[in-house]
């Protein structure tokens, strides 16, 4: 088990929680262009480079405007040294 892939995009996301605010979202591990958002430290993470939680797995930029302010409104801002605990591990197809 581990972080599912956002296919449209192409980047790991794990569903985890903030733990200074307690704000359930989705995280990239590692963007497209390489650079590393989480150290993982068993089902913890520390935010290593800033980034963002997201209400929803999907990161695709279908209908640009409208998408970009539902993602600004459904979005927290992570910072360097934040605690994130993963909620929800990818699951394993039978």
């Known amino acids: 088990q581990g972080p599912q892939e956002e296919e449209s995009v192409k980047v790991m996301r ?12 989705w995280i990239s591990l590692v963007g497209n ?27 695709d930029g279908s209908g640009a405007t409208t998408t970009a302010r539902k993602l600004k409104d459904t979005t927290r801002k992570l910072k360097v040294g934040e605690i994130v605990e993963v909620r929800e591990w990818a699951k394993k197809e039978e």
């Open 14 to 25: 794990v569903h985890a929680k903030a733990m200074n605010d307690n704000v359930e979202g």
């Open 33 to 59: 262009q390489g650079t590393t958002f989480l150290e993982e430290g068993g089902n913890v993470f520390k935010v290593i480079t800033e980034t963002i939680l997201t209400e929803s797995f999907e990161l």
